[in-house]
Every structure is written in structure tokens, then in C-alpha cells.
Nanobody, 125 residues
Framework: VQLQASGGGLVQAGGSLRLSCVAS????????VGWFRQAPGKGRDFVAA????????RYAESVKGRFTISRDNAKNTVYLQMNCLRPEDTAVYYC???????????????????WGQGTLVTVSS
């Protein structure tokens, strides 16, 4: 399975972007999906994730109420809608999927099997 993330770009603070992640050579059906990000000079952090059943969703505290993760299994695509963007949201955003990710591990990078290449989001002040 290969994941391709897209939708990043330059946006002013307060603006919105929607990231997409498409799976090829497989599908997201039956997989947990997540978004992580890595800011310049920092480690990669959890952003949002959706359990394979669709019944569990997790967000990092810093993005709650501003970001929304969703999936369209028919299109093999996962989305991250980002609103009210802040300069501190600037990072490379990665999508990931995992077959056996349980609810309590949705925020754990090591639980995921497949990773996309990342898409850069830059928020100017």
C-alpha cells in the first residue's frame, strides 16, 4: 500500500486548508488512518486519527475544534480539514494507516504500518 498526501501550501493565519491522502495498491477499508506532523527542528507529533470502524476519533489538544479528520472509503481517500490555522501549525504533515491500531493507540506512531511522503503546510502570521 502506498499513501500519497497532498493539499499543503502557504496560507495566512486564520485561513483554511484541506489535506488529502490517497491509498494506492490497497485501500483504507478496515484500516485506522491518522495524520501526524513535524515542525521544523522538532519531532513528529500526532494530529488526528480515525479508528478503522469509524467509531473512534482522536485529536491532539492543540487542534481540537479546528481540525477535522474524515475518510471516503469509496475514493480510498482520507482528509484533514484544517480551519483557523495558526503559525504554530506550520509543519510537514504525514498521513498513515494501520490494520491493527486499537483505540488507545490511535495517537501512537509505532502503531501504523504505512506512511505517506508528507505535504508541507506553512502558515504566515
Amino acid at each position: 500500500v502506498q499513501l500519497q498526501a497532498s493539499g499543503g501550501g502557504l496560507v495566512q493565519a486564520g485561513g483554511s486548508l484541506r489535506l488529502s491522502c490517497v491509498a494506492s495498491g490497497g485501500s483504507f477499508t478496515g484500516y485506522a488512518v491518522g495524520w501526524f506532523r513535524q515542525a521544523p527542528g522538532k519531532g513528529r507529533d500526532f494530529v488526528a486519527a480515525l479508528h478503522r470502524t469509524g467509531n473512534g476519533v482522536r485529536y491532539a489538544e492543540s487542534v481540537k475544534g479546528r481540525f477535522t479528520i474524515s475518510r471516503d472509503n469509496a475514493k480510498n481517500t482520507v482528509y484533514l480539514q484544517m480551519n483557523c490555522l495558526r503559525p504554530e501549525d506550520t509543519a510537514v504533515y504525514y498521513c498513515a494507516s494501520g490494520r491493527s491500531v486499537i483505540l488507545r493507540n490511535l495517537g501512537s506512531q509505532t502503531a501504523y504500518d504505512y506512511w505517506g511522503q508528507g505535504t508541507l503546510v506553512t502558515v504566515s502570521s
